[in-house]
């Protein structure tokens, strides 16, 4: 399990995840590329976003393309880079924005974390909504390995089972749970999307599979 730990570790510029997000940015940067060209600018909304992130992307491509980027979090982050500004919201419910206030909705790895199914249509629908062009990336439900948890198999058991799992011991990115509360808010934490489920919340995409030895492991929606 360390081995797969090792791979989805994304601060590690050797993993295999942080050599995917780089592959994965490229889409970004097309998109980028696309709408400045249209629209002499490009101002994005990324849903859940960290400035590290943008760092995968060449600078001088985001400059000429007059790239703007406000980052909604339910906490407050700091940033200093002009490129960038950072509120809080809830990217189910960001009803302070009008329709296509943006350019370009930009969300990675947040879907399955925002919560339940009523949720994640509350979160399509603002991705949708907030601008013409949007890039969604998740984890897709049956590739074998968990990427929160670091273990194959975990996320097909059933949440009774995964939170006792967690009680006994850490597992990826997850300490070991300090109570069955614990355990399963952490269990509810990620829930994972079949193509399914992707394809009824984002039904206006195009449809990429990102794929690891020729299964799909993380499903990207892309509306240009």
């Not at 360390?2 to 592959?23: C, E």
């Not at 969300?107 to 949708?128: C, I, K, L, Q």
């Amino acid at each position: 399990m360390k081995l797969i730990y090792a791979l989805q570790d994304p601060s590690n510029p050797r993993s295999l995840a942080n050599r995917m997000r780089r592959a994965r940015a490229r889409h970004v940067v097309e998109l980028i590329i696309t709408i400045a060209a249209r629209e002499g600018r490009c101002r994005i909304l990324d849903l859940g976003g960290r400035v590290d992130y943008w760092d995968l992307m060449d600078r001088s491509v985001l400059e000429a393309s007059g790239v703007q980027i406000t980052l909604v979090n339910f906490e407050t982050i700091e940033v200093t880079d002009p490129m960038f500004t950072a509120i809080r919201g809830d990217a189910c419910d960001l009803s302070s924005f009008a329709d296509n206030s943006f350019d370009l909705v930009h969300s990675n790895s947040v879907v399955e974390h925002v919560g339940d199914w009523p949720r994640m249509e509350a979160f399509a629908r603002e991705t949708r909504r907030l601008a013409p062009s949007y890039y969604v990336q998740t984890p897709y439900f049956w590739f074998p390995i968990e990427p929160h948890f670091s273990t194959a198999f975990f996320h097909w058991r059933s949440e009774q089972s995964r939170a006792k799992a967690l009680m006994r011991r850490a597992h990826g990115f997850s300490e070991r749970a300090k109570n069955m509360g614990e355990a399963m808010r952490e269990v509810q934490d990620a829930r994972l999307l079949d193509k399914a489920q992707f394809g009824y919340l984002f039904p206006d995409a195009r449809y990429v599979d990102e794929r690891v030895a020729g299964l799909t492991k993380s499903l990207i929606a892309i509306r240009a």
